[in-house]
Nanobody
Framework: QVQLVESGGGLVQPGGSLRLSCAASGSDFNINTMAWYRQTPGKARELVAQIISTGSGSTNYADSVKGRFTISRDNAKNTVYLQMNSLKPEDTAVYYC????????????????WGQGTQVTVSS
């Protein structure tokens, strides 16, 4: 089993910043990708940012956060970060960490894990 432990959520004023962290723990696994999703009541969970955990670590961002959010990784710590700047009320959501992993010796496929979610509220 892989566990994802998130931290960094909270209440912030519009225009403020938050930094989310997500650390993956377990054994005998490698991470393919890590990502941040968010969800608000009545809406489907949406991808915010994703990073490939090998090679150059290419990234993908939702159009709504480009230029404001930055996803980064620390492969040695199996940790992903989301730096959120210039926050807007529309960014208010529960943010979920996601990891797609493969286990040593397993060749048939990969596994998805989710964090418990951390609340981000942007309000004046």
């Amino acid at each position: 089993q892989v566990q994802l432990v998130e931290s960094g959520g909270g209440l912030v004023q519009p225009g403020g910043s938050l930094r989310l962290s997500c650390a993956a723990s377990g054994s005998d696994f490698n991470i393919n990708t890590m990502a941040w999703y968010r969800q608000t009541p009545g809406k489907a969970r949406e991808l915010v940012a994703q990073i490939i955990s090998t090679g150059s670590g290419s990234t993908n961002y939702a159009d709504s956060v480009k230029g404001r959010f930055t996803i980064s990784r620390d492969n040695a710590k199996n940790t992903v970060y989301l730096q959120m700047n210039s926050l807007k009320p529309e960014d208010t959501a529960v943010y979920y960490c996601n990891a797609n992993v493969r286990y040593y010796g397993e060749y048939l496929g990969s596994f998805e894990y989710w964090g418990q979610g951390t609340q981000v509220t942007v309000s004046s």
